[in-house]
C-alpha cells in the first residue's frame, strides 16, 4: 500500500465509489454487494487505491497506523481466488483487543478467528531487495496472535481485488503476552491449535504460511518498501493465518496455542437479546 498520505488517482469516480460503499456498510452494519463489479478482476492498483483512501479518513479522525496485516498466505487460497501472491492492509490503532479481552457485540459484520505469528519491530526495513536476515534482525521479538477478520462484502463472497479494497478483509486482533526472540524459536515448524468454546476448532504449522511466517514478513517487507512506504520501528505485523479460520457468534470464546510461542486467547460478548444462549 503506497503512504498513507500518496493521494488517491485523479480520475478515480470508482475508487470513491468503491470505499463509499465500504464506509457505509461498516457504519450501517449491513454487508454490501462485492465491489467488483466496479473493479475489474486485474485491477489491482485501484483496488489498493480504495483501501488507501479509507486508511487515508480513518487516519484523519485520529486513528493510528500500527502496523500491517498479510492475507492469502495459503497456496490453496490463492489458487481459489486465482492470485499467485498475498495481499496485505494496515493495522490501525482502534483494531488492537487485550490478551483476553472482549470484543463489544456489533463491533464486527461477520467476523471469523484465525490463529498466527505476529512479529513486533524495533527496527526500519526500508529496502526492496532486504534479506530474512534483515528481517529477523528488525524484529523486536515474535508473539501469539489471533486475527479477527471481518468483511464488509456480503457473505464472504469475495475475489481478489473485492478484499484487497476492504483492507484485506481487516478487523480486530490480539496479541499474546508471552515475547519470544527469534533467535528462540524456528516459526516454518511451530504447531497451532485453537478452540472454540472449548472445543478443537483449527490447527496447522508455520509451514502452512509460505513455509513460514518470516517467508510472509519478508514478501510484506519488500513490497512496502519498493512502494515507498516501508515497515518501521514499532510496526506490528501479522503474518498470516497458521490453520483454517472458524466463524465466530456472540459468546463465543476463542482460545490458541502456538508451540514455542505461547497461548492467546479472546471472547465475544453475548448477544444483549440473548439469543446466542450464553450468559455474561
Known amino acids: 500500500m503506497p503512504g498513507a498520505t500518496s493521494p488517491v488517482p485523479v480520475s ?11 464506509v457505509d456498510a461498516a457504519a450501517s452494519g449491513k454487508p454490501c454487494p462485492p465491489v467488483r463489479s466496479l473493479v475489474s478482476a486485474g485491477d489491482v492498483s485501484t483496488a489498493y487505491a480504495v ?9 484523519a479522525e485520529g486513528h493510528r497506523l500500527v502496523g500491517r496485516k498479510i492475507g492469502l498466505t495459503s497456496e490453496a487460497v490463492q489458487r481459489q481466488l486465482g492470485v499467485d501472491q498475498p495481499d496485505f492492509g494496515a493495522l490501525l490503532s482502534d483494531m ?3 490478551q483476553d479481552g472482549r470484543v463489544p457485540f456489533g463491533r464486527l459484520l461477520q467476523p471469523k478467528v484465525e490463529a498466527e505469528v505476529a512479529l513486533v519491530l524495533n527496527a526500519d526495513l526500508p529496502d526492496a531487495d532486504c534479506t530474512i536476515d534483515d528481517v529477523i534482525a528488525a524484529t523486536e521479538y515474535a508473539v501469539p496472535a489471533l486475527e479477527i477478520v471481518d468483511s464488509r462484502i456480503a457473505d464472504w463472497d469475495i475475489t481478489f481485488v473485492d478484499t484487497v479494497a476492504d483492507n484485506a478483509s481487516s478487523g480486530l486482533y490480539v496479541l499474546g503476552e508471552q515475547r519470544v526472540r527469534l533467535d528462540e524459536v524456528d516459526l516454518a515448524t511451530v504447531s497451532m491449535s485453537m478452540s472454540k468454546n472449548g472445543e478443537a476448532a483449527s490447527e496447522g504449522t508455520g509451514a502452512a504460511c509460505l513455509g513460514s511466517p ?12 519498493e512502494l515507498g512506504d516501508p515497515l518501521k520501528a514499532g510496526d506490528v505485523v ?5 490453520g483454517p479460520m472458524v466463524v465466530a457468534a456472540p459468546g463465543d470464546v476463542f482460545a490458541a496455542s502456538i508451540s514455542q510461542l505461547g497461548d492467546v486467547s479472546v471472547r465475544f460478548a453475548p448477544d444483549p437479546a440473548g439469543e446466542d444462549g450464553s450468559s455474561e
Open 12 to 22: 478515480s469516480t470508482a475508487v470513491q465509489e468503491v470505499a463509499d460503499l465500504l
Open 51 to 59: 483501501q488507501r483512501l479509507n486508511n487515508e479518513r480513518r487516519l
Open 96 to 98: 488492537v483487543v487485550a
Open 214 to 225: 518470516l517467508n510472509a514478513a519478508l514478501w510484506l517487507a519488500r513490497t512496502l518498501a
Open 238 to 242: 501479522l503474518t498470516g493465518a497458521l
